[in-house]
């Protein structure tokens, strides 16, 4: 069964920069379409940005456009989150999933990551 395990994240300052990652085991990611999803407390999860499967097309949610790049690196089974320009409303747990279809809707999601902490302050 393939599990997805994510590293990276931590606590930056307003304006830094920080990237995570996702990396499938037991299966190849490359099968899949990825997406980076958060939840800040007391908020509904929401998609963050997605590629697909085979073009690397990328979709983000408006507010996170021009500052965070998803990416994949199918040799490496991984995905990236390149987040820059973090501000403190980015702070939240991330999560990435992988589903069958090329969408922004968590419930078609049928893999996610254990979650990781992002926190922006100063």
């Known amino acids: 069964q393939t599990q997805l395990v994510q590293s990276g994240g931590g606590l930056v300052q307003p304006g830094g920069s920080l990237t995570i990652s996702c990396t499938a085991s037991g299966g190849l990611l490359d099968y899949y379409a990825i997406g980076w999803f958060r939840q800040a407390p007391g908020k509904e999860r929401e998609g963050v940005a997605c590629i697909d499967s085979n073009d690397g097309l990328a979709y983000y949610k408006e507010a996170v456009k021009g500052r965070f790049t998803i990416s994949r690196d199918n040799a490496k089974n991984t995905v990236y989150l390149q987040m820059n320009s973090l501000a403190p409303e980015d702070t939240a747990l991330y999560y990435c999933?992988?589903?069958?279809?090329?969408?922004?809707?968590?419930?078609?999601?049928?893999?996610w990551g254990q979650g990781t902490q992002v926190t922006v302050s100063s």
């Open positions: 999933a992988a589903a069958n279809l090329w969408t922004m809707s968590p419930a078609q999601y049928i893999y």
